[in-house]
């Protein structure tokens, strides 16, 4: 059964960091095209970040590259996502998915979501 499980979310002053994870289980990691989604309140989903399967090229949406960190340990089966220089804007409960393109109607199975505040 494919699981995906997300951690690490919380709140955070600007400029600050957090490192999200998704721990999966019931497929393999290197396997996979795993990608990182937000929804902020009143807001449709939007995707974040993506991994892909095998070489492991990594993709980001305009608003978070340079910032945000994509990468994975298949030892583990999580993949991480780290998030700098965070700004209010990135206020937004984060998904992992995976699928098997980098976009949301790609994806075919998600986790329930670890919500990230930031705020002074």
């Known amino acids: 059964q494919v699981q995906l499980v997300e951690s690490g979310g919380g709140l955070v002053q600007p400029g600050g960091s957090l490192r999200l994870s998704c721990a999966v289980s019931g497929f393999r990691l290197d396997y996979s095209v795993i990608g990182w989604f937000r929804q902020a309140p009143g807001k449709e989903r939007e995707w974040v970040s993506c991994?892909?399967?095998?070489?492991?090229?990594?993709y980001y949406s305009d608003s978070v590259k340079g910032r945000f960190t994509i990468s994975r340990s298949n030892s583990n089966n999580t993949v991480y996502l780290q998030m700098n220089s965070l700004k209010p804007e990135d206020t937004a409960v984060y998904y992992c998915?995976?699928?098997?393109?980098?976009?949301?109607?790609?994806?075919?199975?998600w986790g329930k979501g670890t919500l990230v505040t930031v705020s002074s």
């Open positions: 998915a995976t699928g098997r393109l980098c976009s949301l109607g790609g994806m075919g199975a």
């Open positions: 991994i892909r399967r095998g070489t492991g090229y990594t």
